[in-house]
């Protein structure tokens, strides 16, 4: 890393002179200084702004060994942002192309080129439309956690490594086998691990002996975002993390325009307490806590009830009324749920003379939201989720849908809403967004009924506002009926699930995805199905509506709070304000375009193009185009990219007339001449991009 020169106590222009130095390579900014009060301490407060960097800038870093007093800090006051968007190489499969996959050498090498376009007609051999050059995109590698294991020389004997997830959902506390000091190899580390629940894969590498100590590098390969440390137990070693993972994290928000008024209770006790315990249930919920002493601290309390799958966090505080009593009350603030919290029921098993516990609301918990919302990724959705959805619900949602794999759920209170931050653990790359829906989708339920002694047959079909679909067969499929149901122009998307009963009898779930709201009923027509007692029914089991998620100016949204890689980040520029489109060229050797016409003046369309190699042709009297010789033009375009650091001169060599654009700036215009040799100089850098258009035409030999 890097430094500027001691700038302590720095004027404006000094610190500015120092932060340009060529070595830290910002380039130009600009500095305030001004007064600031921290901490009660008068300090100096600089604001940097960043001029030559675009987007958002990684936070300087101080060193501040050479402080005698005081600290120095650095926090980002505005966030930067460029032109910039990601590109996001897939296979044809469709699955994110991870580095470890990637054939050696090839890792990152895919060349994005992106360019502005505007409507406007452009002059002769250039691009059509054209507007202006943007860069080629940069590479962001796959950021795996990465933690070193090391084991101090000469150790002997064995040990174990574990890794503890216990603190996230579902998560589990897991042991290695024994491994021994003297014989373990980076292979034997790696299947040790790989038998653990919670890791998926790892690589591993080694380095040292055991005489000299040993060195084991731990990539994981199947678990992404920062992870927690591994634990090494037995010998003296010890587990740092060299890397902290990178994965996509998204944040669902629900918003109202008011704040909650969370609900108070307290729970009191009286009479002469000597011991025992109580546990606390909710009214109309039969689950209990856990045992909590008639003395608990506050803390006891709080674990006790956030252990409840019915409450989700609580601030509890605890108040001494008679210490030779024994008596105490705890005032509990409940967080998570909101609103009007069910009255606390307790269960007492205190001892002592007449012990009583008696259970007051203080406050009546009020709620600006109500009502359920829904969740979407990649085309498949969840079920209803409640507007204050436990994080595990929010997760077991999600991983029930088959395009994700694994994702771990944090839930916060905003006083008004609710944020859930949802990291993907298992799946890579700059994933597609979640997407909220405040609405309740329309269900509907068809179910065939009879079928005994005699089982069900025969067909039948289904109706939707005055269009009906084809015959059905008694067992159509879920695709099936799904494509029948699509096929009417009364109704857009639907999800259909089928479950198998007895007698041929069927049940299809229909779930209207487009119209939103309470929608029409299906009606069956089933004088077709056969089998005793044949009947087709409809149930509305779901009514839909189009503003589910209720309260004061309701709201949900999601938001990307870190991109998942690899990626690439391409940045595009405008000299001027307009409307453009955006062009990303993926860039492959193989040659220039080349576009073949019939005519001398690039006029129409082309009869032929194609790709070209190298341009290096001697036609003499021979076909330029399938029948044209003569009065034939030629328009070659493409880029030029120098695979070493030097200077390089073209040649051009033509009959009858050329010009030449680099970089969209016409050099040569010979277009009237009978004959062109031309020498143009040209001086480009290792992955610089050289933008040629080649015009040449072919008059009478």
Not at 546 to 561: F, M, W
Request: one cysteine or more.
């Amino acid at each position: 890393m890097k430094y500027s020169e001691n700038i302590l106590s720095a004027n404006e222009s000094y610190f500015e002179t120092a932060l340009e130095s060529s070595s830290l390579g910002i380039g130009d900014v600009h500095v305030t200084r001004s007064n600031a009060t921290i901490s009660g301490v008068l300090s100096w407060q600089y604001t940097v702004t960043f001029v030559a960097l675009d987007g958002d800038i990684d936070l300087l870093s101080i060193n501040s060994s050479s402080l005698t007093s005081g600290s120095a800090s650095v926090a980002e006051f505005l966030k930067g942002q460029a032109n910039e968007f990601i590109i996001e190489p897939k296979k044809a499969s469709g699955a994110v192309v991870q580095d470890l996959d990637s054939a050696s050498g090839f890792k990152g090498k895919d060349l994005f080129y992106t360019e502005l376009w505007n409507s406007d007609a452009s002059g002769p051999g250039q691009l059509p439309n054209w507007y202006q050059d943007g860069d080629l995109a940069t590479y962001n590698s796959v950021e795996y956690c990465i933690q070193k294991i090391a084991i101090a020389s000469g150790t002997t004997g064995n040990f174990t490594l574990t890794y503890d997830t216990s603190s996230r959902l579902n998560g589990t506390y897991a042991t290695t086998s024994s491994l021994s000091t003297m014989y373990v190899t980076a292979y034997g580390l790696k299947l040790a691990l790989e038998e653990l629940s919670n890791i998926e894969s790892v690589d591993v590498t080694s380095s040292g002996t055991y005489s000299s100590g040993l060195t084991f590098s731990v990539t994981f390969t199947g678990n992404f975002g920062a992870l927690p440390t591994l634990g090494i137990h037995g010998v003296t070693g010890s587990v740092s993390v060299i890397q902290t993972g990178v994965t996509e994290i998204q944040t669902i928000v629900t918003r109202a325009d008011t704040d909650f008024v969370p609900e108070v209770q307290t729970i009191l006790t009286s009479g002469t307490i000597t011991g025992g315990t109580f546990k606390i249930n909710f009214y109309g919920h039969t689950e209990k806590s856990s045992s909590i002493a008639y003395d608990a601290v506050a803390t006891s309390v709080k674990s006790a009830l956030e252990s409840m799958s019915f409450v989700g966090s609580v601030k509890v505080t605890r108040t001494t009324i008679s210490s030779s009593s024994g008596t105490y009350m705890w005032a509990i603030t409940f967080l998570d749920p909101v609103g009007d919290v069910p009255t606390m029921v307790i269960t007492s098993s205190l001892t002592g003379t007449s012990p009583t516990v008696t259970v007051a609301e203080v406050t009546k918990g009020t709620s600006s939201l109500g009502g359920t919302f829904v969740l979407s990724y990649m085309g498949q959705y969840t079920n209803n989720l409640a507007f204050d959805a436990s994080a595990q619900s929010v997760k077991d949602e999600l991983e029930a849908l088959s395009t994700v794999t694994e994702v771990e759920v944090y839930k916060e209170d905003l006083y008004n809403g609710h944020k859930w931050t949802v990291t993907f653990t298992k799946q890579l790359g700059n994933l597609p967004a979640i997407v909220a829906y405040p609405f309740q989708y329309e269900i509907q339920t068809i179910s065939t009924t009879g079928g005994s002694p005699t089982p069900l047959g025969g067909s039948f079909y289904l109706t939707y506002m005055n269009e009906s679909t084809n015959v059905l067969s008694f067992d159509v499929s879920a695709a099936g009926l799904e494509a029948a149901l699509e096929s009417l122009s009364s109704i857009g998307n639907v999800d259909v699930n089928r479950v198998v009963s007895t007698n041929g009898q069927y049940t299809w779930s229909v779930t209207f995805r487009s119209d939103i709201g309470n929608v029409d009923m299906i009606v069956p027509t089933y004088s077709g199905l056969t089998g005793s007692n044949a009947k087709v029914t409809v149930v509305e089991t779901v009514s839909g509506s189009s503003a589910s998620l209720t309260g004061e100016n309701p709201s949900v949204i999601v938001e990307e709070k870190v991109a998942g890689l690899p990626s690439y980040t391409a940045n595009y520029y405008a000299s001027s304000i307009g409307s453009y489109l955006l062009a990303v060229r993926q860039l492959t050797p193989g040659g220039l375009t080349g576009s073949y016409f019939d005519n001398q003046w690039l006029s129409g369309s082309p009869v032929i193009q194609r790709i070209d190699p190298e341009i290096n042709f001697n036609w003499a009297n021979g076909l330029i185009t399938t029948y044209g010789s003569d009065y034939v033009s030629i328009r070659w375009v493409g880029k030029l990219l120098a695979d070493v650091d030097e200077e390089f001169t073209l040649y051009l060599t033509a009959d009858d007339g050329a010009r030449v654009y680099i970089n969209h700036t016409l050099v040569l215009d010979q277009w009237d001449s009978v004959a062109v040799f031309y020498v143009l100089m040209s001086t480009f850098l290792q992955l610089d991009i050289l933008i040629l258009s080649l015009n040449i035409r072919k008059l009478l030999d």
